[in-house]
């Protein structure tokens, strides 16, 4: 009976063991008072999280380094070039808070060189864009009500879209051609719209409903109204309770939109968003319809040119602010405000509107606050470029740099916040970290393309110490996502 009763108590105290180390906690028994093993120090534990299996043949690293110090207290690989898909937006919202400041704003002028008489502008009308990627229809219809107080009830030329401030390449070096269609890789051009306010310049929406009964076409419609996008629909409704297979796409190097598939009759409406082919002339067709709501008639046909140097301005549109910018642009990782900001930063300090000139005052800034740069390589603003290659150890580096700025907190209150449930707070973060000492903690910047994976930014640990990280996975053949929020978790703990 003893002998049972000793196994028993072995079996006992082997269990009490196991579970006290799932905690990270050991109980030293002895003939003193106990004395308590911390368990695995961070670095042990962060190197169990990568040493996962998901990264077999595949490559990771990690930088941990204290905020205020600089002193690194992980490091595995950060001075390793990767892919970091939209953390290179770390380095470009930075440098346009710093090069144009966060009280920057775009704007959309209208000129004339012609004279107003008894109502009547003699001349051409010409609508200038300046880069702004907040505009939408409201403020286009803001720009034709100015128009109006002014006394111009007729145009007797053409509405000439002007979009010349930035240069006319649309799409960035390395963009996937597969993604020509998709919201998240529109053109760019210093003349633009959004649809929608969370300001996906560039694209328009398809809003689309079934039918009343199967086999009748799907109902489309365009948001805003515009005779820009024509739409070829083959779409039919199905019955109710079928497969859901609407497919809407722009057709390579046109402004036609294919919806093909089928939507089942008792489908909600939805709505697709996909980008349009120059965005400019897109503007302007919203532009002329608002200037026929208010009452003026434009007896010329659209065209595409620069405005004279001796044009006057009629009306003008503002944005908001740069630094306002930084909530939409970072809560919910938009591609074109990204490059919007290289362009525009080329434009003001180049003179010339271009990837290149924006890249190169990216790169300026990024080496005057202490970065390697000839370490590095910014292919774009956004992160869609593959041909970008970052290192754990800049990123860090600017995160550091960045809290000792005069903008500092309102770029901060930009970044996504893990497991905060509200869209334009906790962004990309919404959903990620949920009940767990990172929520709403950890802000930081998402990064995502096939087989690449980010995350970087702050994390306050339960001792009020706050980290900067940055964590860059690419080549991998399943997402490391719940890798990246364990670490975090671990950090916040």
Not at 44 to 66: C, F, H, I, K, T
Not at 106 to 129: C, E, I, N, P
Not at 226 to 245: D, F, H, Q, R, W
């Amino acid at each position: 009976m003893s002998g049972w009763l000793n196994r028993v108590s072995r079996r006992i105290a082997v269990l009490g063991v196991a579970v006290l180390v799932t905690v990270g906690l050991v109980i030293t028994q002895s003939a003193g008072p106990s004395v308590a093993d911390p368990g695995p120090t961070l670095p042990e534990r962060l190197n169990a999280l990568l040493d996962d299996p998901v990264y077999d043949g595949s490559q990771v690293a990690l930088v941990v380094r204290d905020a205020t110090t600089g002193e690194t207290l992980y490091n595995r690989d950060g001075d390793q070039r990767m892919v970091p898909g939209s953390n290179t937006k770390i380095f470009t919202s930075t440098a346009a808070m710093s090069v144009l400041g966060s009280s920057y704003r775009f704007h959309t002028d209208v000129l004339a060189t012609a004279a107003v008489r008894g109502g009547r502008l003699r001349g051409d009308l010409y609508l200038k864009g300046y880069g702004d990627p907040t505009a939408l229809e409201a403020d286009y219809r803001s720009l034709a009500e100015q128009l109006r107080a002014a006394g111009i009830r007729r145009v007797d030329g053409d509405l000439v879209a002007d979009d010349t401030y930035f240069d006319q390449v649309r799409l960035g070096d390395g963009w996937g051609g597969d993604d020509e269609s998709s919201y998240y890789s529109a053109q760019i051009s210093a003349l633009t719209l959004a649809p929608n306010t969370d300001y996906d310049s560039g694209t328009v929406i398809v809003e689309h409903r079934p039918a009343a009964e199967p086999g009748a076409p799907v109902r489309l419609a365009l948001l805003p109204a515009n005779g820009v996008i024509k739409l070829a629909n083959t779409a039919s409704t199905g019955p109710a309770g079928s497969e859901n297979t609407l497919r809407v796409e722009r057709e390579h190097g046109t402004n036609t939109v294919r919806v093909t598939g089928s939507l089942p009759v008792d489908a909600a409406v939805g709505q697709a968003k996909v980008t349009v082919s120059e965005p400019q002339l897109y503007a302007a067709d919203v532009f002329r319809r608002a200037l026929k709501q208010e009452g003026i008639s434009v007896s010329g046909e659209i065209t595409a040119a620069a405005a004279p140097t001796e044009a006057r301005r009629l009306a003008r549109d503002e944005s908001m602010t740069v630094g306002e910018l930084m909530t939409p642009f970072l809560k919910l990782s938009n591609n074109m405000h990204a490059e919007t900001l290289v362009k525009t930063m080329g434009a003001v300090e180049k003179g010339e509107g271009s990837w290149p000139a924006g890249l190169e005052v990216v790169t300026d800034y990024a080496k005057s606050i202490g970065v390697d740069t000839g370490r590095l390589r910014i292919n774009d603003g956004s992160g869609l470029a593959r041909k970008t290659n970052l290192t754990a150890d800049s990123i860090t580096d600017v995160l550091i740099t960045a809290r000792q700025e005069p903008w500092w907190q309102q770029w901060y209150d930009g970044l996504p916040v893990a497991g905060n449930p509200e869209r334009l707070v906790g962004g990309t973060l919404r959903t990620r970290m949920l009940d767990t000492a990172a929520a709403n903690n950890l802000r930081g910047k998402s990064g995502t393309l096939t087989g690449i994976s980010a995350l970087s930014g702050y994390v306050t640990t339960q001792d009020d110490r706050l980290l900067v990280f940055s964590m860059i996975s690419n080549n991998h053949l399943q997402s490391p996502r719940s890798i990246e929020d364990a670490v975090g978790v671990a950090l916040a703990s």
